[in-house]
Every structure is written in C-alpha cells, then in structure tokens.
Antibody
Framework: QITLKESGPTLVKPTQTLTLTCTFS??????????VGWIRQPPGKALEWFAL???????YYSPSLNNRLTIAKDTSKNQVVLTMANMDPVDTATYYC???????????WGQGTLVTVSS | QSALTQPPSASGSPGQSVTISCTGT?????????VSWYQQHPGKAPKLMIF???KRPSGVPDRFSGSKSGNTASLTVSGLQAEDEADYYC???????????FGGGTKLTVL
C-alpha cells in the first residue's frame, strides 16, 4: 500500500524559511522513473506544481519559485524534504506531496498540510 | 507561463454526459501527450483520473475518458452520478521549465 504524508509547521512568519517533509511508504524512490513532487493550493484556488525530484536525484523547479526552493531526498529514510525561503502571506496554502510513477502525472497524493504565513 | 485554461463550471443531470475542456498552447498540450486529469472533492486531496491523455488508472470507472486535439484536451464524464460532483483539474507537461502545469479548475455540478 502506497502512502505519503506531509509534516511541518502550520504557521510561519513572513520572511522565514518553510521546511516540509514528505514521508512515504510502499514504494522506493530508487526505482527508475519514480519521482516525488510538491503541489500547493491556496484556499479556494487552483493547484500549483512547484518542485519534483527523481530517484536519480534530478530536480525540477517551477520557474516562478525557482530561486526560493530546494528539494532533497533521503532514500534511506523514505523522505523528501522541501525548503521554501522568504515566505510571504501569498504563500498561504495547503501543501501536498505526491508520487509520480506514471509519466507526467501524480498518481498518489498525501493528505496535504495547511501552512499559514502571518506575523 | 500561464496556467491551462478551463471553464470555471460545468453541469449535467444524472445519466447525462458532460465534457470539460482544457486549452493550452503548442508548448504544452500541443506538443506533449502527458495530459492528466484530477478529481478533487471538498477538503480532500486530488485523485488521478486520467493520465497520458486517455489512460485510466486502475479503479477509475470507464465512465471517465480523455482526449486531445491540437492544443486542447478534454475530459468526458458519461452516465453522470451524484458522486462525480467535484472540482476537476487538468495538467500538462510543458518542457524542461514546467513539469506539472495545472489548469484553473472546473467545478462540476450534478443537477
């Protein structure tokens, strides 16, 4: 059974750095073609993809957030860690991690974690 | 790059069919066959319904189908059921600079 779960702070202050962890089970990030990504959704708004890491450690970032993001995998712990610098109230959203096993899609999702940016 | 364009709403009666469009450009939908569709019920995580334009993951009813023509992809839900009422999002690969562009979402109402 494949599961993913996001963890991290629910409240961060403007200008702080957000660190989120995705802990997963039921698959190996070492498998060829498998990736874990991060997607966020502001309240009442659309989904927005912004980071992806493959098992071979190739990483992709959304052009609009590229200079604020770092994604890293820890295969031994079955975790993917995301950091987003210089948080702003507009970054308030539910943050999801998701598994990409099929090409171009996210086939399993975590439950999401709401992060609020406020002073 | 701009998000993919979807109609904000769609509706149909139980048993009817409804089609939701997703318009992109020659840089995304028009070039790549990596179009996917997601269903999201309120307060829940998205669920993959279609990948690679027209493939269904295991467990997704065959009432859901996908297609693509030029720069526009479509999701058709046949035999509408009450539980199909949800938000639907399309997504496409868009080259090396965007590996998961999403549309603005369509709220499907079952009348």
């Amino acid at each position: 059974q494949i599961t993913l779960k996001e963890s991290g702070p629910t409240l961060v202050k403007p200008t702080q750095t957000l660190t989120l962890t995705c802990t997963f089970s039921g698959f190996s990030l070492s498998t060829s073609g498998v990736a874990v990504g991060w997607i966020r959704q502001p309240p009442g708004k659309a989904l927005e993809w912004f980071a992806l890491v493959y098992g071979n450690d190739v990483k992709y970032y959304s052009p609009s957030l590229n200079n604020r993001l770092t994604i890293a995998k820890d295969t031994s712990k079955n975790q993917v860690v995301l950091t987003m610098a210089n948080m702003d109230p507009v970054d308030t959203a539910t943050y999801y991690c998701a598994l990409r096993m099929v090409p171009g899609a996210f086939d399993y999702w975590g439950q999401g974690t709401l992060v609020t940016v406020s002073s | 790059q701009s998000a993919l364009t979807q109609p904000p709403s769609a509706s149909g009666s139980p048993g009817q069919s409804v089609t939701i469009s997703c318009t992109g450009t020659s840089s995304d939908i028009g070039t790549y066959n990596y179009v996917s569709w997601y269903q999201q019920h309120p307060g829940k995580a998205p669920k993959l319904m279609i990948f690679e334009v027209n493939k269904r993951p295991s467990g997704v009813p065959d009432r859901f189908s996908g297609s693509k023509s030029g720069n526009t992809a479509s999701l058709t839900v046949s035999g509408l059921q009450a539980e199909d009422e949800a938000d639907y999002y399309c997504s496409s690969h868009a080259g090396n600079y965007n590996w998961g562009m999403f549309g603005g979402g369509t709220k499907l109402t079952v009348l």
